[in-house]
């Protein structure tokens, strides 16, 4: 698991294009560290398809907006907006290995570290450091960020790798946290 370099957050434009099907349903979608995600992987694919493997993973990423200059309650210019992710936390398990697919299902559990969400913060750290920054520098971006519009968000990813094409990926979002939902 390592962080991943900050990046312009780009939609996939291909998304729109719902040929094939994996479907990501899980038991509840609240979650606190240390507990066990439960659930499964559906295929609904129009033919037959040899891919390389199946995988479900559970991904956390710091959404960074940046750019608006706010004078008072006023905000002034959005041309200069930019959305920076950084991936914090990623893990994943296969569920099969190259076959050919078509309609299967898979049931999974992954389980939550109970330390993700102090680990998931010192990773976004350590991507900033490998980006050149000084602690003073850091101190000055996680001040911003806590002022400014950062979230996290998690998500549970199935991927279907498929050689030589665009693999089929769809995820469900979840709320992780500390408090009990």
């Given at each position: 698991?390592?962080?991943?370099?900050?990046?312009?957050?780009?939609?996939?434009?291909?998304?729109?294009?719902?040929?094939?099907?994996?479907?990501?349903?899980?038991?509840?979608?609240?979650?606190?560290?240390?507990?066990?995600?439960?659930?499964?992987?559906?295929l609904?694919?129009?033919?037959?398809?040899?891919?390389?493997?199946?995988?479900?993973?559970?991904?956390?990423?710091r959404?960074v907006?940046q750019?608006?200059?706010?004078?008072?309650?006023?905000?002034?210019?959005?041309?200069?907006?930019?959305?920076?992710?950084?991936t914090?936390?990623?893990?994943e398990?296969?569920?099969?290995?190259?076959?050919?697919?078509?309609?299967?299902?898979?049931?999974?559990?992954?389980?939550?570290?109970?330390?993700?969400?102090?680990?998931?913060?010192?990773?976004?750290?350590?991507?900033?450091?490998?980006?050149?920054?000084?602690?003073?520098?850091?101190?000055?971006?996680?001040?911003?960020?806590?002022?400014s519009?950062?979230?996290?968000?998690?998500?549970?990813?199935?991927?279907?790798q498929?050689?030589?094409?665009?693999?089929?990926?769809n995820?469900?979002?979840?709320?992780?946290?500390?408090?009990?939902?």
């Amino acid at each position: 698991m390592s962080p991943s370099v900050g990046r312009t957050y780009v939609p996939n434009p291909l998304s729109f294009f719902k040929k094939d099907q994996i479907d990501v349903k899980l038991q509840k979608y609240a979650y606190t560290p240390g507990e066990t995600i439960k659930g499964s992987v559906g295929l609904k694919l129009k033919r037959p398809l040899n891919a390389k493997k199946l995988m479900v993973g559970l991904i956390g990423l710091r959404i960074v907006h940046q750019g608006n200059i706010a004078i008072g309650p006023v905000r002034v210019g959005n041309q200069g907006q930019q959305t920076q992710v950084y991936t914090i936390y990623h893990f994943e398990i296969p569920l099969d290995e190259e076959a050919v697919y078509f309609h299967e299902f898979y049931p999974f559990e992954i389980q939550i570290p109970a330390d993700i969400l102090q680990s998931a913060q010192q990773n976004f750290n350590s991507t900033l450091t490998g980006l050149g920054k000084t602690l003073s520098e850091i101190a000055q971006v996680m001040n911003q960020l806590s002022m400014s519009g950062s979230r996290v968000e998690w998500s549970v990813e199935a991927r279907l790798q498929i050689p030589l094409k665009i693999d089929i990926v769809n995820s469900q979002k979840i709320v992780l946290s500390d408090q009990k939902q």
